[in-house]
């Protein structure tokens, strides 16, 4: 019975151990995945705060422009929400947040209107498509997130918003900070709200010419505008998915380190008593020959 027992310690131990080299190998993979995700997104940055600049200043100087994406409805029935989660798991609680920041800003919405989702990853897919209200589904983006991507969601939610199907739509998604810091953010991507200058900048005049005219130019930058804000939350997603998996297969490997110590030092207690078992049972062998011979 002892041998059987230790037997299945060494089993154990060694399926833990092929365990810990999977996810060992899996945070090496998602470290490398992840300096290339951390430089995309940090990269997209300036280009997405200054397309936000220009809006602003083109807003101060506008004041009878009318597009479909800044019209702001009086009677919302729908609200959309784009949900941006990872395609698959094993990243610890990092789509569980996403999708719980998502629902709560369903159930903070005092007006109690229908909500529509728009899926970007499995996991989301799979948790609204058991629940009402998935409108679109977008998967499978792979690591290397490109613009046409982007674009592509963007249109759709372009075209959704100005047929009247939606009437205000917002973006769900991880914000990356670092390594260990992903934070939830909802952010109102239609009506399109042209960002307001620093109190700072307020104060500095700077005239500009614009050829052709301030007008022209804001009409042409809200569609780019959108397909930019969901761009930027594609790439800085990517990054804390990384981030987050890379932190979730290191604590892994550190639990199957902490699990094979435990079952070692069991398995060679369950030996020791095997082995002081069978002296005794030597012992009193030798005992009872030499009370028989005797």
Not at 59 to 66: K, N, P, S, Y
Not at 155 to 182: G, K, T
Not at 192 to 202: A, G, H, L, R, Y
Not at 255 to 264: K, P, V, Y
């Amino acid at each position: 019975m002892a041998g059987a027992g230790i037997r299945e310690f060494k089993r154990r131990i060694r399926s833990v151990k092929n365990t810990q080299q999977i996810t060992k190998a899996m945070k090496m993979v998602s470290a490398a995945k992840l300096r290339r995700a951390q430089e995309a997104a940090e990269a997209s940055r300036p280009y997405n705060e200054t397309l936000r600049d220009t809006l602003a200043r083109l807003a101060a100087v506008t004041f009878d422009v009318r597009h479909p994406l800044l019209a702001k409805r009086e009677d919302v029935k729908k609200v959309g929400y784009v949900v941006i989660t990872a395609d698959r798991g094993l990243c610890g609680a990092y789509n569980t947040n996403i999708i719980r920041a998502a629902n709560a800003a369903i159930e903070e919405d005092e007006r109690k209107v229908e909500s529509g989702i728009v899926a970007v990853g499995r996991k989301a897919r799979d948790f609204y498509r058991k629940r009402s209200g998935l409108d679109a589904e977008f998967i499978n983006l792979g690591d290397n997130i490109s613009y046409a991507d982007a674009r592509e969601i963007g249109q759709y939610i372009v075209n959704a918003y100005e047929n009247e199907e939606v009437d205000e739509v917002y973006l769900v998604y991880a914000r990356f900070i670092n390594v260990l810091r992903q934070i939830p953010t909802v952010t109102q991507l239609l009506p399109i709200q042209p960002p307001e200058k620093d109190e700072e900048e307020k104060d500095i005049v700077i005239d500009y010419l614009y050829e052709p005219s301030a007008d022209e130019i804001l009409l042409a930058l809200l569609p780019r505008y959108i397909g930019s804000q969901i761009f930027n939350a594609l790439l800085e997603s990517k990054a804390s998915e990384h981030g987050a998996r890379m932190t979730a297969m290191g604590n892994a490997t550190e639990n199957a380190g902490e699990i094979i110590d435990s079952l070692t030092l069991a398995m060679n207690k369950a030996r020791q008593a095997a082995i002081t078992d069978e002296i005794l049972d030597i012992v009193g062998g030798a005992e009872a020959l030499n009370k028989g011979g005797k």
